[in-house]
């Protein structure tokens, strides 16, 4: 397999390096403080029982057989397989937004994709990616092996955001490739076509959730971390703006402290909805906007997963 520096231009080899860097920084911090993976316990089935010993995890008790035995026994389970894992990056123009220059909220998930495939490398569980706009764009088989690492981050290097943007299609087409049951983590701000009807969230959000149901309903766990500008999250804007869609040429000029409470009410909603579906069918959802420290917010949601499995 060939090298990032195979086919990379020296400035993106330096990206390369500060990615790999970033994600080895965000990655140790994490295990430092803790013992076990946050995706251990993805695909497991049941092995057999033996006796209680202090210090086993009274979750694992079979309650069940100590009501028949009257003796304590705990549950031991083994992994049918390694965790696969699929990084499916959102290349639609919005993600190239940013108002503060700093961050764009696709270097945001950029970012964490690298961090995320660098922990899965580690524990050796394959991992690849995917990137979509209207369709899928980009794609890298899942591996496990050290030089895995290379290509996902040569590859996240060279991805740029200028598409426009079906999140319904392109969920679609990864749930069609990805034939295994896998572990597929979702990065994007989650925003509806340019030409989306818009007359209500319910309308607004369809062909967003029902792209994200495609993949739980193929049996696949599904991380969503939906990454939004920090001016979008908190609409900071006075007086009166102007506002461009990035994927049409629509503009609006607005009172922006007029509208502010009505736009934080809509998105509130907007994202409350998501973060319900993801509930209900059992997925992760994770908020963020471009203002939170990636390497903060990353470990947070990690700790979080970890305790839970």
């Not at 009257?70 to 639609?92: I, P």
Request: charged share 25%; proline share 5%; glycine share 6%.
């Amino acid at each position: 397999m060939a090298k990032p520096s195979d086919y990379l231009k020296p400035s993106l080899l330096r990206q390369v390096a500060r990615l790999d860097l970033r994600a080895r920084f965000i990655v140790e911090g994490f295990l430092a403080g803790l013992h076990r993976s946050p995706f251990h316990g993805f695909s497991v089935e049941f092995s057999e029982h033996r006796r209680y010993v202090p210090g086993d995890d009274l979750k694992m008790i079979d309650w069940n057989l100590f009501a028949r035995t009257d003796r304590f026994y705990v549950k031991q389970f083994q992994a049918e397989t390694n965790v696969t894992g699929f990084l499916a990056m959102d290349l639609s123009a919005s993600m190239g937004y940013t108002r503060s220059q700093e961050f764009t909220k696709f270097e945001y998930c950029i970012c964490l994709a690298a961090a995320l495939a660098y922990l899965m490398i580690r524990q050796q569980d394959p991992v690849g990616v995917v990137a979509f706009d209207e369709k899928v764009r980009h794609s890298l088989e899942p591996h496990a092996q050290r030089k895995q690492l290379g290509a996902i981050l040569g590859l996240l290097a060279r991805l740029q955001p200028t598409g426009r943007t079906d999140i319904r299609a392109s969920l679609d087409q990864i749930a069609s490739m990805v034939r295994h049951r896998s572990l597929i983590i979702v990065l994007s701000d989650l925003l509806p076509p340019a030409d989306s009807p818009g007359e209500s969230i319910e309308q607004d959000l369809e062909p967003v959730l029902d792209g994200l149901r495609h993949l739980r309903h193929r049996g696949h766990d599904v991380i969503v971390f939906h990454v939004l500008d920090q001016a979008e999250a908190e609409f900071p804007f006075e007086g009166i703006a102007e506002f461009e869609d990035v994927e049409s040429p629509e503009r609006l000029v607005l009172d922006a402290r007029g509208v502010k409470q009505a736009y934080m009410e809509t998105l509130a909603e907007y994202c409350d909805r998501i973060r319900q579906e993801c509930f209900r069918w059992r997925a992760d959802y994770v908020r963020l906007h471009t203002g939170m420290p990636f390497d903060k917010a990353l470990t947070s949601y990690l700790v979080s997963r970890s305790q839970r499995f």
